[in-house]
């Protein structure tokens, strides 16, 4: 018999959902009807938050019996992913590069593309270097970097909640990288090999934040004023009095945004000013060298 196991903040219950909890005796019936609201892949995840159980289980013993309160719990969680919440949100972790990380609504939730400018600043780092994440959140672009090279990292954020939360990816994760809590270069002393940052790119005022799961990710994480592109240019002619000469400079930004980025690191002295394309062949990390 399985238990509820996971720990949801706030009930969504009502009467519909205690009406079809009942008849979800076992873990095949709980997969199923999970899989008919929100598809396969969450439920499976879903499944294992708040029962305990595993993938394989959900396929190999389908008949292990699932206490009523268990059937409930689920079913406010899959309410929750029916709306729209991202499961991520849900149950609270996700994972970014090679590594789990704790998410909370306090922070965006990482992306796959931001693995680009992971991969695109790896290029120009190496052991001992110093490095700057402007805008961390859960700490996931500056956790990436301290897992390939042995770098000195100062990540930064300006929301104290972000920075709690890094906190506690960085200590589970057992990596030394110095916290500030900055609006961008505000709080920042000396000079970096490499500055890296994935800044709000996302216009004020667009519909698509208000769509899917983006309305419940924090919108200071997500949008900017000026078509999007305050922050990218904040930090873009910011950057050149925090790196060291030939130092790089690398920001993920928006898929029609390629253009003006380029040509704001044209305009800030940047040399060999480059983009890379997403998994899905969009432009989405320019970067750039400072001249010496």
């Not at 890094?166 to 589970?172: A, F, K, V, Y």
Request: hydrophobic fraction near 35%.
């Amino acid at each position: 018999m399985i238990p509820a196991v996971g720990g949801a903040k706030h009930p969504v219950l009502g009467n519909s959902t205690e009406d079809q909890t009942h008849r979800l005796k076992n873990l095949g019936d709980c997969f199923a009807w999970a899989r008919s609201k929100i598809g396969r892949r969450d439920s499976e995840r879903l499944l294992e938050y708040a029962l305990g159980t595993t993938t394989s289980q959900l396929y190999t013993n389908p008949s292990l019996d699932v206490t009523t309160e268990s059937a409930k719990y689920l079913s406010g969680l899959v309410s929750r992913r029916s709306s729209g919440e991202p499961v991520e949100y849900i149950i609270e972790e996700c994972y970014f590069w090679t590594q789990k990380l704790q998410i909370t609504s306090d922070v965006l939730i990482p992306r796959p593309e931001t693995e680009i400018l992971v991969e695109s600043a790896l290029q120009f780092l190496k052991d001992g270097d110093r490095v700057l994440d402007l805008g961390t959140g859960s700490g996931a672009i500056a956790l990436a970097l301290s897992s390939e090279l042995n770098l000195k990292v100062v990540a930064t954020d300006i929301d104290l909640n972000a920075l709690n939360l890094s906190r506690e990816n960085i200590d589970q994760l057992g990596f030394d990288i110095e916290l500030v809590q900055s609006d961008w270069y505000s709080s920042i002393k000396g000079v970096f090999d490499v500055i890296v940052s994935n800044p709000p790119y996302v216009a004020i005022g667009d519909p698509l934040l208000t769509k899917s799961g983006l309305r419940y990710e924090p919108l200071v994480a997500l949008a900017s004023d000026k078509n999007g592109l305050e922050a990218l240019e904040t930090v873009i002619f910011g950057s050149t009095k925090y790196l060291e000469d030939g130092g790089s400079l690398l920001v993920e930004h928006g898929f029609n945004q390629r253009d003006q980025v380029m040509s704001m690191f044209n305009t800030a002295g940047f040399l060999n000013i480059s983009c890379r394309n997403d998994f899905s062949d969009v432009p989405r990390v320019v970067f750039g060298q400072k001249g010496e």
